[in-house]
């Protein structure tokens, strides 16, 4: 079984696509009229982008406690160049530098509500 798609809802789809296509590589697939958008990466996974206008709603979604998505880098090198490329986004909110991280090294950020994490994958070397 595949992972096909996550679907996060956020108050402004536009600034979500810049960040999800600007700094994490993802390509928009479609815009609709800045209340809907659907990117993809290289890993045949689809980010559905959806704006709480959409769900009747002002107020910024709540996201459970924790619930964060995640993007892994090749090396702590990467962690730091991503690190440095966001900083330079308006809007966004670090916890701190990118630092060891359980059994890993990395950040986390905010966009919105939404929680973001960056780390090296600490699984890479038990993968064949």
Same mark, same amino acid.
């Given at each position: 079984?595949?992972? %096909? $798609?996550? *679907?996060?809802?956020? &108050?402004?789809? !536009? &600034?979500? +696509? $810049?960040?999800?296509? $600007?700094?994490?590589?993802? @390509?928009?697939?479609? =815009?609709? &009229? ?6 993809? =990466? *290289?890993? *045949?996974?689809?980010? +559905?982008?959806?704006?709480? +206008?959409?769900?009747? &709603? ?16 090749? !090396?702590?090198?990467?962690?730091? @160049? ?20 359980? /059994? ?5 950020? *905010? ?8 780390? +090296? %994958?600490?699984?890479?070397? /038990?993968?064949?």
């Amino acid at each position: 079984m595949v992972l %096909n $798609h996550i *679907n996060l809802v956020v &108050k402004d789809v !536009d &600034k979500a +696509v $810049h960040l999800f296509a $600007h700094c994490f590589g993802f @390509n928009l697939i479609v =815009n609709r &009229k800045s209340k809907m958008a659907v990117l993809a =990466n *290289n890993e *045949n996974f689809a980010l +559905v982008i959806w704006g709480q +206008v959409l769900n009747k &709603k002002e107020e910024l979604p709540e996201y459970p406690e924790n619930f964060h998505i995640g993007f892994y880098q090749q !090396d702590e090198e990467s962690v730091w @160049n991503i690190y440095r490329k966001l900083r330079q986004e308006e809007g966004l909110k670090f916890e701190a530098e990118p630092k060891l991280i359980r /059994n890993t090294f990395g950040f986390y950020l *905010n966009f919105e509500n939404l929680m973001i994490e960056i780390s +090296v %994958n600490p699984f890479k070397e /038990n993968q064949q």
